[in-house]
């Protein structure tokens, strides 16, 4: 498995794609904001920066899959396990979400101000995001990348599935922008570890079954 | 008729829900007055859609451990029937929210977790469409099948718990207690979630024949 992992870690072409894909999305909204003049305000703020997370994170995931050739797929098929291969991509997922998460942060808040009282929780809740988005998205790149029209079919299938999550995580980063108490949010914190859990367990019990087609 | 008892029973209830909903005494309460009727039609659309849905993902499961065409069959057509019964909730609901609430939509936890869900049974619609091998189709569809009802499912059961709601019993469970006290309610209210289940697997049931015709005249054109 771990192995695995850095066969995944060697094909890394799309990370500088993607820090730069996530650099200029995070411009454009400080630029189209900046227009307007003045501060954005918290609740705005949590909003953008979830929507820049969920796109970049729709988009880095999908590489990869849609990139994966045929060819190793099968190879990759003759030597693991399907489980060692879910495994594998969704923590290389989660580490590059994460990863692609914290220099988001960093550069928001460095052009669009940072509002966020309560760093430590909303870094962890950044974190839980990252490996639900992974857990999501890996399994539905690949039922996606069965398909035909690929690149639409991930947008329709992974956007609602990922809006239970999102709700949980806004919610969070809300009470982390406000500095509210741990208690306040250890209830929503809880449902989005479960929700992980279930999302994680769920692709571990149906990927072998994706990967024999 | 020994086969078919469910359906004539699915008639009977509905007939009874259909008269004794709209003509038995119901509770004065304020707001509400008589569209609390909405109870017997509007609740029972969603036992009825997790029945059903519930049943697709059974079939889903199925096919995956012994791939037949009539589990794929079965477990599509139960997902399009949980699809329906989930656009009447969401209409009755809306009627409903219009005379009480006074607005078509409201920003309710419960109504965008059912208007999202219903975008991720959606997504498997648009799945099984843009497959051309029907093999891969109904293994790839049974597979999102299984993994949209694990994520939809806290959508509509748990997150609703955490916020706050327009709903009965909002803020803690969404229960309806407080018009089970009354008795005369209830005596319509079991035999409708019934009923209206019981119509929703008949419907599931015949949209399942019709595909298997329809598969069988395709193979014999082919053939």
Not at chain 1, 21 to 26: A, E, L, P, Q, R
Not at chain 1, 63 to 85: D, I, W
Not at chain 1, 158 to 167: A, D, K, N, R
Request: hydrophobic share 55%.
């Amino acid at each position: 498995m771990q192995k695995d992992f850095r066969l995944e870690w060697r094909q890394r072409a799309a990370l500088n794609g993607m820090l730069l894909y996530v650099s200029s999305t995070v411009f454009v909204c400080y630029l189209s904001f900046s227009l307007r003049g003045g501060q954005l305000p918290a609740p705005a703020w949590n909003a953008l920066f979830w929507i820049v997370l969920l796109f970049s994170a729709v988009n880095a995931v999908a590489k990869g899959f849609l990139q994966e050739s045929r060819g190793r797929m099968l190879y990759y098929y003759t030597v693991v396990r399907p489980q060692a291969v879910i495994l594998a991509k969704i923590a290389y997922n989660a580490l590059l979400l994460l990863g692609l998460a914290l220099v988001a942060f960093a550069l928001y808040a460095v052009v669009l101000g940072n509002p966020v009282q309560n760093v430590p929780l909303f870094v962890g809740n950044v974190l839980l995001g990252a490996v639900g988005f992974a857990g999501t998205l890996t399994l539905v790149a690949g039922i996606a990348a069965k398909a035909t029209n690929s690149s639409t079919l991930m947008a329709v299938l992974g956007f609602p599935l990922m809006v239970p999550m999102l709700l949980l995580l806004i919610k969070v980063s809300k009470n982390a922008l406000d500095g509210l108490e741990f208690e306040a949010s250890q209830n929503s914190l809880l449902t989005l570890v479960a929700l992980n859990l279930i999302v994680g367990a769920v692709s571990y019990l149906l990927f072998p079954f994706l990967w024999r087609s | 008729m020994k086969k078919n008892w469910w359906k004539a029973l699915t008639v009977i209830l509905l007939l009874y829900v259909a008269v004794a909903g709209l003509l038995v005494p119901v509770p004065r309460l304020a707001i509400l007055n008589e569209s609390i009727r909405n109870l017997y039609f509007h609740v029972p659309m969603w036992f009825g859609m997790t029945a059903i849905l519930i049943a697709s993902v059974y079939y889903s499961v199925r096919y995956l451990r012994t791939p037949t065409a009539e589990f794929d069959i079965k477990a599509h057509e139960a997902a399009r029937t949980g699809i329906l019964m989930g656009c009447v909730g969401l209409v009755t609901g809306s009627i409903w929210a219009r005379y009480t609430w006074g607005a078509w939509w409201t920003n309710d936890p419960k109504l965008n977790g059912a208007a999202v869900a219903m975008l991720i049974y959606g997504a498997y619609l648009v799945l099984r469409s843009s497959f051309t091998d029907e093999q891969q189709r109904a293994r790839v569809s049974s597979i999102y099948n299984i993994f949209a009802f694990a994520v939809a499912m806290p959508l509509f059961y748990v997150l609703p718990r955490l916020t706050d709601s327009l709903h009965p019993g909002a803020g803690g469970n969404p229960a309806f207690a407080r018009y089970d006290l009354d008795s005369d309610m209830r005596l319509v209210f079991y035999p409708a979630v019934i009923g209206w289940t019981l119509l929703a697997f008949w419907v599931a049931q015949l949209a399942t024949r019709i595909s298997v015709l329809k598969l069988k005249v395709y193979e014999k054109q082919i053939a």
